[in-house]
């Protein structure tokens, strides 16, 4: 069931004006349809734009975040809690333990760090969470070519490249993680032996 549902975007706010607005009709959705954000726990960039619109919607917020960013006064300070943890690993570790699904806003190295292991556990069946990338004018068109050119290059497998969704309307996408059905593991891996013989 998705009832906390984790967003990954950039700790600046970009230059295109689509991502804001994307995050808060993301923010506005997330709140009234009754689910609770979990985040990364900042008060800048686009972090701090979806936080503000699920609160000012009435909506739940959690945040989790290290405390050598918590010490840079980055923190948001009315959100409803924030988890403080001593490591990045901790606090990505902590975020897809409380999550029941995840999407990701535009964002730079540390959102696709993250989405990349939401991804890695989900077909290693570590987890079974359903996972987006919002593509807002078209930013994650790129991405979506080099999981098409791995899937050409039997480097990833079709059904999981299936798996991952992009999706450009804020108000779709979670209506597609809830039709979310997990990796194949056992396949993949007795595919994998077969090729080794």
């Not at 706010?13 to 900042?42: F, H, V």
């Not at 079709?158 to 396949?187: N, V, Y």
Request: charged share 25%.
């Amino acid at each position: 069931m998705l009832e906390k549902v984790c967003v990954f975007c950039g700790s600046s706010i970009g230059s295109n004006s689509l991502y804001a607005k994307a995050a808060e009709t993301l923010g506005s959705d997330i709140a009234q349809r009754g689910l609770e954000l979990i985040y990364g726990g900042g008060n800048i960039g686009l972090m701090g734009v979806i936080a503000d619109h699920v609160l000012e919607k009435g909506g739940k917020v959690t945040g989790v975040m290290p405390q050598h960013l918590v010490d840079y006064e980055i923190a948001h300070q009315y959100i409803n809690e924030l988890k403080i943890v001593e490591t990045m690993m901790e606090r990505k570790k902590l975020l897809m333990e409380l999550s029941d699904g995840f999407i990701a806003l535009p964002g730079g190295f540390g959102t696709l760090d993250e989405m990349s292991e939401v991804i890695t556990w989900n077909q290693l069946k570590l987890m079974n969470k359903p996972m987006g990338f919002l593509n807002v004018e078209g930013f994650y068109d790129h991405l979506s070519a080099y999981i098409k050119r791995a899937v050409d290059d039997a480097l990833i497998r079709q059904e999981h490249s299936e798996k991952i969704i992009f999706e450009e309307d804020p108000g779709k996408i979670i209506d597609r993680l809830k039709t979310f059905e997990g990796f194949a593991m056992d396949k993949w891996i007795n595919d994998i032996k077969s090729e080794k013989r």
